[in-house]
Nanobody
Framework: QVRLVESGGGLVQAGGSLRLSCVAS????????MGWYRQAPGKQRELVAT???????NYADSVKGRFTISRDNAQNTLYLEMGSLKPEDTAVYYC?????????WGQGTQVTVSS
């Protein structure tokens, strides 16, 4: 069983920055892929960014150039640096860890961007 615990959400003005963290209960090296997803009210959960064990990253078009995903293997932690935030980035952000064939999810952290 893998536990993922997010932190770092909050309220920020448009144009501001936040850093989300996700601490895993296992070595992140054991996870094939980790990522961040988000879900806004009334919408489906969507991919924000992912990073594989070998460091390959993937971003949603809506966040490219503004968000950066990274992982600290020594700290078993996944990060999401978010900059130039927009009101449309408001959502609950979920940490995801994939260890074949199971997806693991954190409890989510709220990010609210005011205009």
């Amino acid at each position: 069983q893998v536990r993922l615990v997010e932190s770092g959400g909050g309220l920020v003005q448009a144009g501001g920055s936040l850093r989300l963290s996700c601490v895993a209960s296992v070595s992140v090296i054991m996870l094939n892929r980790m990522g961040w997803y988000r879900q806004a009210p009334g919408k489906q959960r969507e991919l924000v960014a992912t990073v594989t064990t070998d460091g390959r990253t993937n971003y949603a078009d809506s966040v490219k150039g503004r968000f950066t995903i990274s992982r600290d293997n020594a700290q078993n932690t996944l990060y999401l640096e978010m900059g130039s935030l927009k009101p449309e980035d408001t959502a609950v952000y979920y940490c995801n860890g994939f260890k074949y064939p199971v997806n693991y999810w954190g409890q989510g952290t709220q990010v609210t961007v005011s205009s």
